[in-house]
Nanobody, 115 residues
Framework: QVRLVETGGGLVERGGSLRLSCEVFGISLRYNTVDWFRQAPGKEREGISSVDSMKGRFTISRDNAKNTMYLQMNSLTAEDTAVYYC??????????????????WGQGTQVTVSS
């Protein structure tokens, strides 16, 4: 059974940092695709790497030995307030996947940035 568990969310002041973790169970991170998404209140869910405002502030990394993905977020603003999710699809791909192509989703972790 594939399961993704996000942790590390919380309340942080504007300008602060957080590191989110996504631990993957049931499949190997090494041979499958796992990515980060977020959904802000009243907005559609979006991929973390698809928004210019995140570039240079957000860094995605992985530890294959721990089967865990990370999302390091710096210089947070109120606009980063959202539920952050990780999602997986079996296999690896050379092109970027569409959101509806991901097969498994975590429950999400809330990030709230105070302004």
């Amino acid at each position: 059974q594939v399961r993704l568990v996000e942790t590390g969310g919380g309340l942080v002041e504007r300008g602060g940092s957080l590191r989110l973790s996504c631990e993957v169970f049931g499949i190997s991170l090494r041979y499958n695709t796992v990515d980060w998404f977020r959904q802000a209140p009243g907005k559609e869910r979006e991929g973390i790497s698809s928004v210019d405002s995140m570039k240079g502030r957000f860094t995605i990394s992985r530890d294959n030995a721990k089967n865990t993905m990370y999302l390091q977020m710096n210089s947070l603003t109120a606009e980063d307030t959202a539920v952050y999710y990780c999602a997986a699809r079996l296999g690896t791909y050379s092109t970027k996947l569409k959101e509806n192509e991901y097969q498994f989703w975590g429950q999400g972790t809330q990030v709230t940035v105070s302004s």
